[in-house]
């Protein structure tokens, strides 16, 4: 008789404490880990390693971090079905990030879009975390054996790195890492700044314009999407030159699951003060609820810290079986 034993694959992501979760953080991302829970094997992590490639105000950073776990909680991360832990608790990350730095080379980091972006913002801190990032998140990803890891487009090139290295270490030691697929969604996978649609919404922008957090008062949100950067044609359509109006569309989209002829017929003889209007007051009700979770959870610290430990503690005994398997290859006596 068949047995219904396939083993269920195992998806990975993480996200950085480096501010408040923004809307394209949520669509592009965290929407698509909640969905996954019940098909995969889940395992999350906020990337705080990460996150002091940039320099952090110690208070702030501090509370970035609950305010981060709180945020994906109320998301509906939910720890009896995956892991959910603080990368910094898991002691292996850093270690086979060292490793991998040893098999990663000066060219195909100094190529990374991201380094090249972050290092002109932050000309004044170009240090060697910010350029071997993405060793460390190949790092976080081939420790589990991951299968999916589902992150916005613009993480791309970094899953890209990932399996260039995966493919690298198994070529010389034989099958160490599995080699992950990215999960990237049809719809919400680059969403961009309301304020300079060309480029993308990040939670690290100086201008709060540009985009939403998670913790918006319904009255921001519908403000920030008045004000959003539009075009003169005054025509709800997709369409090249529209990039303004083509991100209003696909976050419209992404939250009400209407295909974009719909939603050009349902605004058809409108003008764009009522299409803002409607993205914003969809945006704040996709919001509510996960606003009000937070609140409850941001209360309960001892809750969070009860959930990290568990989860760490899982992850560190299976992540552990890699990294010694890793370093067993490469001739080192384990203790
Ligand atoms: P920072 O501004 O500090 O670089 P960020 O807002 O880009 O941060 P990350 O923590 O680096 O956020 O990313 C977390 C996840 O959110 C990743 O999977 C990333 O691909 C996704 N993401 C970030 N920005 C967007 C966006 N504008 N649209 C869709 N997905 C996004
Ligand atoms: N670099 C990612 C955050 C991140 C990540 C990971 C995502 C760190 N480690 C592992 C997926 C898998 C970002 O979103 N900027």
Same mark, same amino acid.
């Given at each position: 008789?068949?047995? !219904?034993?396939?083993?269920?694959? +195992?998806?990975?992501?993480?996200?950085?404490?480096?501010?408040?979760?923004?809307?394209?953080?949520?669509?592009?991302?965290?929407?698509?880990?909640?969905?996954?829970?019940?098909?995969?094997?889940?395992?999350?992590?906020?990337?705080?390693?990460?996150?002091?490639?940039?320099?952090?105000?110690?208070?702030?950073?501090?509370?970035?971090?609950?305010?981060?776990?709180?945020?994906?909680?109320?998301?509906?991360?939910? /720890?009896?079905?995956?892991? @959910?832990?603080?990368?910094?608790?898991? %002691? *292996?990350?850093?270690?086979?990030?060292? /490793?991998?730095?040893?098999?990663?080379?000066?060219?195909?980091? =100094?190529?990374?879009? &991201?380094?090249?972006? #972050?290092?002109?913002?932050?000309?004044?801190?170009? %240090?060697?975390?910010? @350029?071997?990032?993405?060793?460390?998140?190949?790092?976080?990803?081939?420790?589990?054996? !991951?299968?999916?890891?589902?992150?916005?487009?613009?993480?791309?090139?970094?899953?890209?790195?990932?399996?260039?290295?995966?493919?690298?270490?198994?070529?010389?030691?034989?099958? /160490?890492?599995?080699?992950?697929?990215?999960?990237?969604?049809? =719809?919400? !996978?680059?969403?961009? =700044?309301?304020?300079?649609?060309? #480029?993308?919404?990040?939670? =690290?922008?100086? %201008? +709060?314009?540009?985009?939403?957090?998670?913790?918006?008062?319904?009255?921001?949100?519908?403000?920030?999407?008045?004000?959003?950067?539009?075009?003169?044609?005054?025509?709800?359509?997709?369409?090249?030159?529209?990039?303004?109006?083509?991100?209003?569309? $696909?976050?419209?989209?992404?939250?009400?699951?209407?295909?974009?002829?719909?939603?050009?017929?349902?605004?058809?003889?409108?003008?764009?003060?009522? @299409?803002?209007?409607?993205?914003?007051?969809?945006? /704040?009700?996709?919001?509510?609820?996960?606003?009000?979770?937070?609140?409850?959870?941001?209360?309960?610290? !001892?809750?969070? &810290?009860?959930?990290? *430990?568990? $989860?760490?503690?899982?992850?560190?005994?299976?992540?552990?079986? *890699?990294?010694?398997?890793?370093?067993?290859?490469?001739?080192?006596?384990?203790?």
């Amino acid at each position: 008789m068949e047995q !219904a034993t396939e083993r269920k694959k +195992v998806v990975f992501s993480a996200i950085q404490p480096s501010g408040t979760v923004t809307l394209g953080n949520y669509l592009g991302a965290l929407k698509n880990w909640s969905a996954m829970q019940d098909e995969y094997n889940c395992i999350f992590a906020l990337a705080d390693l990460h996150t002091i490639t940039v320099r952090q105000e110690p208070a702030q950073f501090r509370k970035n971090i609950y305010e981060a776990y709180a945020t994906l909680l109320a998301c509906g991360i939910d /720890v009896e079905k995956s892991l @959910f832990f603080v990368q910094s608790h898991v %002691n *292996t990350h850093a270690q086979l990030a060292w /490793v991998l730095n040893c098999y990663t080379q000066f060219g195909e980091l =100094s190529r990374m879009t &991201q380094f090249k972006d #972050k290092s002109a913002k932050h000309a004044d801190n170009v %240090n060697a975390g910010l @350029f071997t990032y993405p060793t460390l998140m190949a790092a976080d990803i081939l420790l589990y054996q !991951a299968d999916l890891v589902p992150v916005g487009a613009d993480q791309k090139q970094h899953l890209e790195i990932t399996r260039n290295i995966a493919e690298r270490f198994n070529g010389l030691y034989g099958n /160490v890492f599995r080699v992950p697929e990215p999960y990237i969604a049809k =719809s919400g !996978a680059r969403v961009m =700044s309301l304020q300079d649609p060309t #480029k993308k919404m990040s939670k =690290s922008d100086e %201008n +709060v314009n540009g985009f939403i957090t998670l913790n918006d008062a319904p009255e921001v949100i519908m403000k920030k999407f008045k004000r959003a950067v539009t075009d003169s044609d005054a025509c709800v359509k997709y369409g090249e030159g529209k990039d303004g109006i083509n991100n209003l569309m $696909s976050i419209y989209s992404t939250i009400t699951g209407k295909t974009f002829e719909q939603i050009e017929l349902e605004f058809e003889g409108k003008g764009y003060g009522d @299409f803002k209007t409607a993205v914003g007051e969809a945006v /704040v009700e996709e919001l509510r609820p996960i606003k009000e979770r937070f609140d409850q959870y941001i209360k309960d610290k !001892a809750y969070m &810290q009860e959930c990290w *430990t568990k $989860s760490a503690e899982t992850a560190q005994r299976f992540s552990q079986r *890699t990294l010694d398997k890793a370093m067993k290859k490469i001739g080192y006596v384990l203790k």
